[in-house]
């Protein structure tokens, strides 16, 4: 059990350019979900699917963020026009049907200068 | 809607002495889950503890906490602080009767403790 995969560990995006974080969640886990990670706001809830369907993104910046799930092996979530203030680190996690608790990857840490 | 408040977001500790995480809750759903995750540096946050039963003490690797749904508060709490537990802690809830299993983290708090 690899645990939750999370590509890149790092990334560094010019302002303007585009960002695709990957997750990979863990075998058999139906629920999928994004956290964004900063200092100054802690974690927030980003969005969630379950058997890949997007079930709640309400946590989601409207105009340049989006994400998919395409699979059930992986999510992606895209950060468009990326701004200094996306820098964060962007943590994936997964669960089983019906479990409350989850696994969470290692997280891609995002600076945009 | 939904929220969790860890007032402290340091805590200082000599190694040795009690540990006391404060973790406070609002929620319109009876059926909340409240946990606890920790979150070393260089590391994914993983669980260490959970519970949604009202008064039920819950413990592990040394730590435990009780849900009490009269006060709203999942306060963590250690006998003896070590080294080892030098760490961002995190409180958060889930309602499980709106069956959306998203959380609503606290701030956090930084666990230190000094020799």
């Known amino acids: 059990n690899a645990g939750v995969i999370q590509t890149p560990r790092h990334k560094v995006t010019g302002k303007g350019q585009e960002a695709t974080l990957w997750c990979e969640p863990i075998?058999?886990?139906?629920?999928v979900f994004w956290y964004r990670q900063t200092i100054v706001q802690g974690l927030e809830f980003l969005t969630y699917f379950r058997n890949q369907a997007p079930i709640d993104d309400s946590g989601m910046p409207k105009e340049r963020f989006s994400a998919q799930m395409p699979n059930q092996s992986h999510s992606t979530l895209k950060i468009q026009s990326t701004q200094p203030q996306d820098s964060a680190v962007y943590l994936c996690?997964?669960?089983?049907?019906?479990?409350?608790?989850?696994?969470f990857g290692s997280g891609t840490r995002l600076l945009v200068i | 809607g939904d929220s969790v408040t860890q007032k402290e977001g340091l805590v200082t500790l000599t190694e040795g002495l009690p540990v006391m995480l404060n973790c406070t809750y609002q929620?319109?759903?009876?059926?909340?889950?409240l946990f606890w995750y920790v979150h070393y540096l260089n590391e994914s946050p993983r669980l260490l503890l959970k519970?949604?039963?009202?008064?039920k003490r819950t413990e592990h690797q040394g730590f435990h906490a009780t849900l009490h749904k009269s006060s709203s508060s999942f306060h963590l709490q250690k006998s003896s602080a070590q080294l080892s537990d030098s760490a961002l802690y995190y409180c958060a809830l889930s309602d499980r009767g709106t069956g959306n299993y998203k959380y609503v983290f606290g701030a956090g708090t930084r666990l230190k403790v000094i020799a």
């Open positions: 075998s058999g886990h139906s629920a």
């Open positions: 996690a997964s669960s089983f049907p019906g479990r409350s608790d989850y696994t």
């Open positions: 929620t319109i759903y009876s059926n909340a889950f």
């Open positions: 519970s949604s039963t009202d008064n």
